[in-house]
């Protein structure tokens, strides 16, 4: 079987070969254990005498919630309000369920970083874990796309006429695992650029491909790439202006055409869509002594140019060329899927974050509170990524569904965050 996209892709086209849907899941509640015994480590700030709910309860619930459709606090509340002898299953609750404005508050004043890259890494070892049961290991490279991320309606302009900058994050997507597994919140009187070195030296890069935009192809950024034993394949353009003229001039016409002769060097692809047909040309050469400045960008051995091709229905054609440094040797099937893989991080990510879970209505004018509303909404875009196959449903219906017929659907969802269970389901499935 093809791989479609990383782990991912394969246990969904799994699921699907052998017809397993979210029915076939028997129940445990492994997943939401989990949850409450990492949201206990998460340090509480608050007045011991004075707290009636406990911690690991509101953050529990706010997943819940943003599964089952709500995209704010006060529609948090009144999900738990609703669900609260079906939340007693899992959940303390020792005085019931907490305002709107309790889980606000309690929102914006942790720091939920460290929950986040806790149940990101178990959820990492889940997919693992079904992955090994359902297809087998996988044994090509992991892609990380890095690009930012602004959620405009956190914008503000206060009474005096002062603008306050909209929330923007810095994030790190893996197409290996189809979530974001790390994010740097960016500062207000600076931009993304800075931020890239920071969030890379805290992330494991070895053995993995790290990709992103023009904006952040800075030396400092492939310097932390290399230092964390990984690659790059990053794309360049006007902000370097010297260099991208120099790349850009090297694939002419002329070189093109002997790379296209030449084994490992070059591949083509044709897909048709709705859009039209689309034609992808990837090129790649080591052929990198010519750049005069090659030593200051640590690691470079390759470039590498994509040139596209759209032919649209009405019979218009749009073209255009992208250019590329990378420390991969070369191997143009690799280049491609990288080059190509990036988009990854908007198509999955950001995307959904704005169009399925509403991030760009988030009017959360708390920083704070805005930042960790956005980690537990990436918890729960994982969350459904893992288990879209046994839906067979687009993210933003699976939402949808859980809202309507909450307790079954929320169960199932929970069930299926287990290796076991899907192997119980798939053993069924033989035999």
Not at 353 to 370: I, Q
Request: charged share 30%.
């Amino acid at each position: 079987m093809a791989r479609k996209s990383g782990k991912i892709g394969d246990i969904q086209e799994t699921l699907k070969d052998y017809n397993i849907k979210i029915k076939d899941i028997t129940g445990n509640d492994v997943f939401i254990r989990c949850l409450s015994k990492e949201a206990a480590k998460v340090p509480d700030y608050r007045h011991q005498s004075y707290i009636k709910h406990k911690l690991q309860d509101i953050l529990s619930i706010c997943i819940l919630g943003f599964l089952a459709d709500c995209n704010e606090w006060e529609e948090i509340a009144d999900f738990a309000q609703q669900k609260e002898k079906w939340l007693k299953k899992y959940l303390e609750l020792p005085n019931g369920i907490p305002s709107s404005d309790t889980i606000r508050l309690v929102a914006g004043n942790i720091n939920a970083a460290y929950f986040y890259q806790s149940v990101v890494q178990s959820l990492e070892k889940l997919v693992n874990d079904i992955h090994a049961a359902v297809t087998g290991q996988s044994q090509e490279k992991e892609i990380l796309s890095m690009d930012g991320k602004e959620s405009r309606g956190s914008k503000r302009i206060q009474g005096s006429g002062v603008i306050i900058k909209p929330l923007q994050a810095l994030n790190l997507y893996s197409s290996e695992y189809g979530f974001c597994i790390g994010q740097e919140f960016i500062k207000e009187k600076t931009n993304e650029i800075p931020a890239g070195p920071v969030l890379l030296g805290k992330m494991d890069l070895k053995g993995k491909i790290v990709t992103w935009d023009a904006l952040n192809t800075q030396k400092e950024t492939v310097e932390a790439v290399m230092r964390g034993k990984g690659d790059y394949v990053a794309a360049l353009k006007g902000n370097h202006p010297l260099f991208y003229k120099e790349v850009q001039e090297y694939f002419s016409e002329e070189t093109l055409e002997i790379l296209e002769k030449t084994t490992g060097h070059y591949k083509k692809t044709v897909e048709k869509g709705h859009g039209g047909i689309e034609t992808r040309e990837y090129y790649q050469t080591d052929e990198t002594g010519w750049y005069e400045e090659k030593k200051k960008w640590k690691g470079l051995a390759t470039f590498g140019m994509v040139k596209k091709k759209l032919e649209k229905p009405d019979g218009k054609i749009m073209e255009e060329r992208r250019y590329y440094i990378s420390s991969l040797p070369v191997d143009v099937g690799l280049f491609s899927k990288a080059a190509r893989g990036h988009w990854g991080v908007e198509n999955q990510l950001h995307w959904h974050l704005d169009f399925t879970f509403k991030d760009d209505y988030n009017t959360t004018a708390e920083k704070t509170c805005a930042k960790n509303m956005q980690m537990l909404k990436k918890i729960a875009l994982a969350v459904l990524r893992i288990v879209q196959g046994l839906y067979d449903q687009s993210l933003k219906r699976i939402r949808k569904t859980t809202a309507r017929n909450c307790e079954k659907e929320l169960e199932n969802i929970l069930s299926a965050l287990s290796a076991d269970a899907i192997k119980a389901a798939l053993y069924k499935k033989l035999n």
